[in-house]
């Protein structure tokens, strides 16, 4: 197989890309990143000598690259991973999210259309869905669930949902997509809640906690998140949907304060802070058709998780050191609006 994988110096495309290297090493990989300021190069320093794995720095929105590198290095299966993700950056400019998300998409599916035998898997989060209640326990998103999105980027990644079945449906691409929940584990950019609140304690900095804390999320672990798109790649039924969860529905203030028990740090480094615009109340994932169709299943519970993935930030604090400045930037900006 010859794979390109878009975003894969990105968070969870860095991740799916060091997998993929490591499980298929008879496959070339090409990774296609614009190396914005989620985009780490260093995410992938394991791979540079991998004769097997190459890089092209591109935009997705600039479809003649794009098409240039699938045809040069034959590409025949591509994961869609790029894309603006921080909710509280689609809040304060929607331009670029619906730039890269919307019209990055579309890109990519008008070069689609000419290479009609590429597999192709398109990334999409649970945010497209909406909210859930916080009474009601047993109320998850599945695939059946009718899209609500409540944020600018929520309504750029549903978008770019909405155009990949259209181009299925109308063009016959050869296309799956899966909605997954949030994600966590190494090289996750420390603005996100988990590594914010990991740096910031080891740092003895405050943690800013939006609201009350209660806002449920439900955490997949990023290793898990890879193995459900392999899986999907492997058995998925093209033009199918699928959702990923991770069995780890927890309200933002419980992953907090497991953080600073992990790390022997007092829970008065936690500050509450005016809750953000629009802000989702709860998240749950039913993987009930990823379970029965492609034997998808979480591999550890989320506390063993979560304390591998402290440990990581632990060791690896030249990898983090660096890029903590725009994370303070942010959480200070949160912590002058303290409650």
Request: proline share 5%.
């Given at each position: 197989?010859?794979?390109?994988?878009?975003?894969?110096?990105?968070?969870?495309?860095?991740?799916?890309?060091?997998?993929?290297?490591?499980?298929?090493?008879?496959?070339?990989?090409?990774?296609?990143?614009?190396?914005?300021?989620?985009?780490?190069?260093?995410?992938?320093?394991?791979?540079?000598?991998?004769?097997?794995?190459?890089?092209?720095?591109?935009?997705?929105?600039?479809?003649?690259?794009?098409?240039?590198?699938?045809?040069?290095?034959?590409?025949?299966?591509?994961?869609?991973?790029?894309?603006?993700?921080?909710?509280?950056?689609?809040?304060?400019?929607?331009?670029?999210?619906?730039?890269?998300?919307?019209?990055?998409?579309?890109?990519?599916?008008?070069?689609?259309?000419?290479?009609?035998?590429i597999r192709f898997h398109h990334i999409s989060t649970d945010e497209v869905f909406g909210e859930l209640p916080l009474d009601d326990p047993n109320a998850k998103f599945s695939e059946t669930t009718a899209y609500d999105p409540r944020s600018p980027y929520s309504a750029s990644k549903a978008a770019s949902d909405h155009l990949v079945r259209a181009y299925v449906n109308t063009y016959k691409i050869k296309a799956?997509?899966?909605?997954?929940?949030?994600n966590y584990g190494p090289y996750c950019f420390p603005e996100k809640l988990i590594p914010l609140t990991i740096t910031r304690a080891i740092n003895n900095q405050e943690i800013p906690v939006y609201g009350d804390g209660m806002q449920?999320?439900?955490?997949?672990?990023?290793?898990?998140?890879?193995?459900?798109?392999?899986?999907?790649?492997?058995?998925?039924?093209?033009?199918?949907?699928?959702?990923?969860?991770?069995?780890?529905?927890?309200?933002?203030?419980?992953?907090?304060?497991?953080?600073?028990?992990?790390?022997?740090?007092?829970?008065?480094?936690?500050?509450?802070?005016?809750?953000?615009?629009?802000?989702?109340?709860?998240?749950?994932?039913?993987?009930?058709?990823?379970?029965?169709?492609?034997?998808?299943?979480?591999?550890?519970?989320?506390?063993?998780?979560?304390?591998?993935?402290?440990?990581?930030?632990?060791?690896?604090?030249?990898?983090?050191?660096?890029?903590?400045?725009?994370?303070?930037?942010?959480?200070?900006?949160?912590?002058?609006?303290?409650?």
């Amino acid at each position: 197989m010859n794979i390109l994988i878009t975003g894969g110096a990105g968070f969870i495309g860095s991740n799916f890309t060091t997998y993929w290297a490591n499980k298929y090493t008879n496959d070339d990989i090409v990774v296609y990143d614009k190396l914005t300021y989620a985009g780490n190069i260093e995410n992938l320093k394991e791979l540079f000598d991998n004769p097997k794995f190459s890089f092209v720095e591109g935009d997705i929105v600039d479809g003649e690259l794009f098409e240039k590198t699938i045809v040069d290095h034959e590409v025949n299966t591509i994961v869609h991973f790029a894309a603006e993700t921080h909710v509280d950056r689609s809040i304060e400019g929607p331009e670029a999210f619906v730039h890269t998300n919307i019209m990055g998409t579309f890109r990519i599916l008008e070069v689609l259309r000419k290479y009609p035998a590429i597999r192709f898997h398109h990334i999409s989060t649970d945010e497209v869905f909406g909210e859930l209640p916080l009474d009601d326990p047993n109320a998850k998103f599945s695939e059946t669930t009718a899209y609500d999105p409540r944020s600018p980027y929520s309504a750029s990644k549903a978008a770019s949902d909405h155009l990949v079945r259209a181009y299925v449906n109308t063009y016959k691409i050869k296309a799956t997509i899966s909605n997954c929940s949030n994600n966590y584990g190494p090289y996750c950019f420390p603005e996100k809640l988990i590594p914010l609140t990991i740096t910031r304690a080891i740092n003895n900095q405050e943690i800013p906690v939006y609201g009350d804390g209660m806002q449920v999320r439900d955490w997949i672990h990023v290793d898990d998140h890879c193995l459900g798109v392999d899986l999907i790649l492997e058995k998925g039924k093209l033009g199918e949907t699928y959702i990923l969860g991770g069995h780890g529905e927890k309200p933002n203030i419980y992953i907090v304060k497991e953080i600073l028990k992990l790390l022997s740090k007092p829970e008065s480094l936690i500050v509450h802070v005016g809750d953000r615009k629009g802000h989702d109340k709860r998240y749950a994932m039913d993987f009930t058709k990823a379970k029965n169709e492609l034997g998808f299943e979480p591999q550890k519970p989320l506390e063993k998780r979560l304390e591998e993935t402290v440990q990581w930030y632990v060791d690896n604090q030249d990898w983090w050191a660096p890029l903590k400045a725009e994370g303070d930037r942010i959480a200070e900006g949160y912590l002058r609006n303290r409650i």
